[in-house]
């Protein structure tokens, strides 16, 4: 089935860029999303894009993907201490219905 | 416009019991989703429902149960609840599904079975 991993965590001074990583499995996947979880709260959609993009940019927010190596990233500019959060990368398949999640990220920012 | 709304937003039962949780989607979108995220086994898919079909089901036991009413609104009922049922249930909506269209979560309802 389908694997999605993250790495556990990352620090990053207020200020400095970001970059969470992702890598899935199932080269099948054609939409590949990014979550933002705070304390107690749900997740936030924070950006998505499809497989047949290389790159999204959202303001402060950059996805990349490498289809070949099958690797999502997630670029923060000007990461900000409310950035501190879990990150999570989700992967579906073209009119799949369930979501596959990675273990999340998490980004602790310091001032 | 509305975001996804779930109630309650806390719970504690105890075991043995059973419980229900309920999802209101965003206005229009008739894909609803649930999930189950816990400390140790991270997020993990329950059942998805579109236009009061069943369309997946994840692998939990039988005694996760859901359904969705023909205004999108979507139930998922847990019976003879166990401690290791404690978690944060999230519930996730789209259009016509999170394959084909962005999928919006809720702020989650926690469950603590003591």
């Known amino acids: 089935g389908e694997d999605v991993e993250q790495s556990l965590f990352l620090s990053v001074r207020e200020g400095d860029s970001s970059v969470i990583n992702c890598t899935y499995t199932?080269?099948?996947?054609?939409?590949l999303y990014w979550y933002k979880q705070e304390p107690g709260a749900g997740l936030q959609l924070l950006t998505y894009?499809?497989?047949?993009?290389d790159m999204k940019q959202d303001q402060r927010l950059t996805v990349l993907l490498n289809k070949k190596d099958k690797h999502l990233s997630l670029r923060i500019a000007d990461t900000q201490t409310g950035d501190s959060a879990i990150y999570f990368c989700?992967?579906?398949?073209?009119?799949?219905?369930?979501?596959?999640f990675g273990g999340g990220t998490r980004v602790l920012v310091k001032p | 416009k509305a975001g996804v709304t779930q109630t309650p937003r806390y719970l504690i039962k105890t075991r043995g019991q059973q419980v229900t949780l309920s999802c209101s989607p965003i206005?229009?979108?008739?894909?609803v989703s649930w999930y189950q995220q816990t400390p140790g086994q991270g997020l993990q898919f329950l059942f998805e429902?579109?236009?009061?079909?069943?369309?997946n089901k994840g692998n939990f036991p039988g005694r996760f149960s859901g359904r969705q009413f023909s205004n999108s609104r979507s139930e998922m009922n847990v019976s003879t609840l166990e401690l290791g049922d404690s978690a944060l249930y999230l519930c996730?909506?789209?259009?016509?599904?999170?394959?084909?269209?962005?999928?919006?979560f809720g702020q989650g309802t926690r469950l603590t079975v003591v």
């Open positions: 996730a909506s789209s259009y016509t599904g999170p394959g084909n269209t962005e999928a919006f």
């Open positions: 199932d080269s099948s996947s054609t939409y």
């Open positions: 894009i499809f497989s047949n993009m």
């Open positions: 989700a992967v579906i398949k073209a009119a799949g219905n369930k979501l596959t």
């Open positions: 206005s229009g979108h008739r894909s």
């Open positions: 429902y579109f236009s009061e079909t069943q369309r």
